[in-house]
């Protein structure tokens, strides 16, 4: 799953970051943890590639306890 983030909703660390986080957080592997398999970014967003998670939003399920 790639999801892209647009940089104006970022504070300007969070991109270099988030791109020097990827190779270490893809080596956790939990089922309750998503894992990050990439992240880069172009002028206008950051890209980050994820495994693909079934089941819906966690926030619509915490909701409905």
Sequence with gaps: VLESIPKLHLPPIAAILLSSFAPNQARVNHPCIVRL?????????????????????????LNRL
Excluded: P
């Design 37 to 61: 398999a990439y992240a880069f970014q172009d002028d206008k967003s950051l890209h980050l590639v994820m495994d693909l998670m079934t089941g819906g939003e966690l926030q619509f399920h």
